[in-house]
């Protein structure tokens, strides 16, 4: 699945797992897509190499920019967000 999304946050959590502290970069966004969207923000789940892509200090910056997404997994994050995870079709910084 597609999705034409605009970037409102770059941000991460950090937890305490049985292995010890994991670090995640979560990237959120707001579907731009036309026809049906979705009513809520997502959080994008970024692996550590596309987290590289994005520059960390310049999170205002990447606010309003729009980015394509193609996702593989969606699932229930803290508090019952919607998480998904995939790959970075699009971005231009």
């Known amino acids: 699945m ?9 941000g991460t959590e950090t937890y305490q ?12 966004l707001l579907d ?8 809520n923000t997502v959080d994008f789940i970024l692996t550590e190499e596309q987290a590289g892509k994005f520059p ?3 999170n205002g910056k990447l ?18 967000r919607l998480r998904v995870s995939g790959s970075i079709v699009a971005f231009k910084l």
Do not use: C, D, W, Y
């Open 56 to 58: 960390t200090q310049e």
């Open 63 to 80: 606010s309003g920019k729009p980015i394509e997404v193609g996702i593989n997994e969606i699932r229930a994050g803290f508090g019952n």
């Open 17 to 28: 797992g049985k292995r010890g502290q994991v670090k995640m970069h979560v990237l959120t």
């Open 32 to 39: 731009r897509s036309e026809g049906v969207r979705l009513k």
């Open 2 to 10: 597609q999705m034409k999304a605009e970037i409102v946050e770059m």
